[in-house]
């Protein structure tokens, strides 16, 4: 492959089994550190309501205390789902992130609420199909461009933080294209259209004066280990976390079992082995060479890998043979 790709990593605040809502932001506070010393490009920062399985429902709030427990690393918020805001206080929250740790932030937008449709109705008190997310991009535009003459963001106006577009549709794909700005793929938990969506995004893409040419993301699992044995192990945690949301309802990450076979029938290991399409799983040789597929089939540019075993510890070995894919 000819440029080895840019490596980001993406956190949900993981809820362990036997550990709370604050042990995983305190997790996340630790890994943030230890990414930063692997020298990864950004660490992303995923929202998501009504989940007792994740923590991170409050996502622009989580990437202010990354950012105080860091010094370097980019953070980015993947996504904001901007349906579920007002685009003023959004503005005027990243605009206040940015300038207390300028040049850190990326704000990664999504039109999907994150929640189901209950949880999504207590947030938004109204629409919840994301149909006026466009609406809603461009009041947020006009306020960190300062256009609006009446209704400034300060702090946020006039603030370059770069928006990127994520989602696992089309729809985002075609939006960024035309907006000429970055797009990212939610392969993690809606692989199915990467492909389409992918081609869509760079065959539409007009340049702008953010960017001349497409910057394609997509985000994928990831569970290295020293063999390939212990990363499969350690991936059965994965596999049964996306278990409990075919059979429902989702519950906290479980430790990792010998065996998936008696918690699963074969049509729910069909369903939940579409759903973890995009997972690269083994030692790093076993990695590295499906991901330079992955990056020649989508021209991504940038890979935001989430690596989620239950053990804070093999976690953190995951992150830190990922980081070491590409060293030479």
Do not use: K
């Not at 980015?76 to 940015?98: H, R």
């Amino acid at each position: 492959m000819p440029d080895a790709p840019v490596l980001s990593l993406l956190d949900n605040a993981p809820i362990r089994r036997g550990y709370t809502a604050q042990d995983a932001l305190t997790d996340t506070l630790t890994l943030a550190a230890h990414a930063e010393r692997l020298g990864f490009h950004r660490y992303w920062l995923a929202e998501h309501h009504n989940f007792e399985t994740m923590a991170s429902s409050a996502n622009i709030v989580l990437a202010g205390a990354v950012a105080a427990a860091t010094e370097t690393i980019g953070i980015g918020t993947a996504s904001l789902n901007l349906s579920n805001y007002a685009p003023l206080v959004v503005a005027e929250q990243i605009g206040t992130l940015d300038a207390l740790h300028p040049g850190r932030f990326a704000l990664g937008l999504g039109r999907a609420p994150g929640a189901d449709p209950w949880t999504a109705a207590a947030i938004r008190r109204g629409r919840t199909d994301g149909a006026d997310f466009a609406e809603l991009l461009d009041e947020l535009l006009s306020y960190l461009h300062g256009t609006d003459p009446r209704v400034h963001a300060v702090p946020g106006e006039g603030s370059r933080v770069p928006i990127h577009f994520l989602g696992s549709g089309l729809y985002s794909a075609r939006l960024a294209a035309h907006l000429g700005l970055p797009f990212g793929f939610a392969g993690h938990f809606a692989p199915a259209r990467l492909q389409e969506a992918m081609d869509l995004y760079h065959s539409t893409f007009q340049p702008s004066e953010v960017l001349s040419e497409p910057y394609a993301m997509v985000s994928a699992h990831a569970v290295l280990a020293d063999t390939d044995a212990e990363a499969a192990h350690l991936f059965t945690s994965v596999q049964q976390r996306f278990l409990h949301a075919v059979q429902g309802p989702m519950r906290p990450v479980d430790p990792p079992v010998d065996d998936m076979d008696p918690l699963w029938s074969p049509e729910e290991a069909a369903a939940v082995g579409e759903l973890l399409a995009e997972s690269y799983v083994g030692t790093p040789d076993t990695v590295r060479p499906q991901l330079e597929d992955l990056v020649a089939c989508t021209g991504a540019r940038e890979l935001i890998l989430m690596s989620e075993p239950y053990d804070p510890r093999a976690r953190a070995r995951s992150y830190e043979l990922i980081a070491g894919l590409w060293a030479d």
